[in-house]
């Protein structure tokens, strides 16, 4: 039973943690700044998430603040026998502010079972980045789509008005996902949720990576394969540091 | 005229309804069915698809992908009361913008050609909620309204649905790839038996798993927008 929330204002034009509270297994260190954005690291005390875990994760940030999420490693979604672990995450971001929440990628150890659910409150006039890793399992143990479920939903609201949804729902006796129209063979797949940033024109190019980006209705979205989790997550990084002088 | 759609009439000639929906799913049926490969030109294009194989195996994830997606959706709006609720949700699924925006062609042609034929009240509504901005319009969810007006089995509807969704999807195949027309029949002969359970699953499908995506074919469908050669427009 693990809870985290995080507040972002502004104090004399610099972002504070105003409000931040967790409990076991969460932690977070004293943020650092980038310029004038806020780098808040959330570490994690366990070594990975076990059967019954239940993890509420609440991020806002006030109009003005700019503030960067991460985390500490990959976080581990250990074997379960008949039960599941879930997380719930609700992240609010003000007109005038900024987020960019990137976890790290997720790594599903045979027999897991995990359900997530990411909620997204962007006002109009706000800058939100957000990314989503996931391995197929323990690849060097051979030991690929051996968990039980992974199912991530991210859903994301303008001003209270449904704008995109991504569904990630993974459920490997329903279907051999390595093949096609899924993992291709890879390894790993990512997804990259970019709002009120300049718009991508075209991809990045970078080896052993297969991406495509497009416009959502509100947004656009990159999604991401390769064989290696620390390359999508400097693939992502990189659209991530562009300048953005647009909304 | 379409008697059947008189009140007071009931609604028994279940079989000639069963030919309305063939008639609509026909590929000669122009909602634009043939324009778009959804995703299939960029698996051809990079040598993915290239066989009798490797369509086989293509058609093998499409429909299971169909299960949470399309069929999904069409059982779904067979269901539900809030379509304007559910074609927001379809709307905000539908991540490529060349598949969300065929889906919303296709419907809008649907819409267009039913209701010079016919008056179904449920078709009538949704067409009216596109031109008041309160829906986008998707063709998988035309296609549950419409077999809800024709008072057909929604199991056997979505059959012939699916059909035609693998059919249109292997015909891209054989014009492009080339292969041979026989080789296409046999793909959708082989896939045939597994059409059943995919329709089943899509009737159960749960709200929270609706249009669970497949990141390779969201991804060719993706890069269809920057193909350097396009037949097709999605």
Same mark, same amino acid.
């Given at each position: ?55 509420? &994760?609440?991020? &806002? ?6 503030? +960067? ?12 026998? %008949? ?5 719930? &995450? ?25 359900? %997530? ?12 980045? +957000? ?20 199912? %991530?939903?991210? &859903? ?49 190019? %970078? ?41 | ?9 009931? *609604? ?69 009361? $809030? ?13 490529? *913008? ?25 078709? *009538? ?40 969704? *693998? ?15 026989? $080789? ?51």
């Amino acid at each position: 039973m693990g809870k985290l929330r995080i507040e972002a204002h502004v104090h004399n034009g610099r972002t504070v943690i105003t409000d931040c509270f967790f409990t076991a297994p969460f932690k977070i260190v004293k943020p650092y700044y980038d310029k004038n954005r806020a780098e808040v690291m959330i570490m994690q005390a366990s070594a990975g998430i076990l059967e019954g875990d239940k993890y509420e &994760v609440e991020i &806002v940030v006030k109009s003005g603040a700019s503030l +960067m999420v991460t985390g500490q490693s990959y976080t581990k979604l250990f074997k379960m026998d %008949s039960g599941y672990a879930t997380q719930n &995450v609700k992240i609010t971001v003000e007109s005038g502010a900024s987020l960019f929440y990137l976890p790290c990628p997720i790594i599903p150890f045979g027999g897991s079972s995990f359900v %997530s659910e990411n909620e997204i409150h962007l006002q109009k006039g706000s800058e939100f980045i +957000m990314q989503d890793i996931l391995a197929c399992g323990r690849k060097g143990m051979g030991e690929e789509f051996k968990f039980r479920k992974y199912h %991530s939903r991210v &859903v994301v609201y303008e001003n209270e008005r449904l704008i995109f949804v991504d569904n990630t729902r993974l459920i490997p006796k329903e279907y051999e996902y390595h093949k096609m129209g899924y993992f291709e063979g890879c390894s790993h797949q990512g997804v990259a949720y970019f709002y009120g940033r300049k718009q991508i024109k075209s991809i990045n190019k %970078s080896e052993s990576i297969t991406a495509a980006i497009t416009n959502l209705r509100k947004g656009q979205i990159l999604r991401i394969l390769s064989d290696s989790g620390d390359r999508i997550v400097n693939y992502i990084k990189t659209y991530v540091e562009e300048e953005n002088d647009g909304t | 005229m379409d008697l059947l759609s008189v009140k007071g009439i009931p *609604i028994t000639m279940n079989n000639q309804n069963i030919l309305k929906l063939v008639q609509t799913l026909d590929p000669l049926f122009p909602i634009g069915g043939y324009t778009l490969s959804n995703g299939m030109e960029t698996y051809v294009q990079k040598g993915i698809v290239y066989d009798y194989k490797t369509l086989a195996a293509y058609l093998d994830s499409y429909l299971y992908m169909l299960s949470f997606n399309d069929l999904a959706f069409a059982a779904k709006a067979y269901e539900v009361e $809030d379509i304007a609720k559910l074609d927001l949700l379809c709307s905000s699924l539908k991540a490529p *913008i060349e598949i969300r925006q065929g889906s919303i062609k296709q419907c809008s042609r649907f819409l267009k050609l039913h209701t010079k034929m016919n008056s179904y009240p449920r078709l *009538i509504q949704y067409q009216n909620q596109i031109k008041n901005g309160e829906c986008e319009g998707h063709y998988g969810i035309s296609m549950g309204l419409f077999i809800k007006e024709l008072n057909i089995n929604l199991q056997e509807a979505l059959e012939l649905y699916c059909y035609s969704l *693998i059919s249109t999807a292997v015909n891209h195949a054989v014009k492009m790839v080339p292969l041979r027309q026989l $080789d296409g029949q046999i793909a959708i002969y082989e896939l045939m038996e597994h059409i059943p359970k995919a329709v089943t699953t899509a009737i159960n499908t749960k709200m929270m798993d609706l249009g669970a995506s497949g990141c390779g074919f969201d991804i060719r469908s993706m890069q269809h927008e920057t193909l350097y050669t396009r037949l097709y427009i999605s």
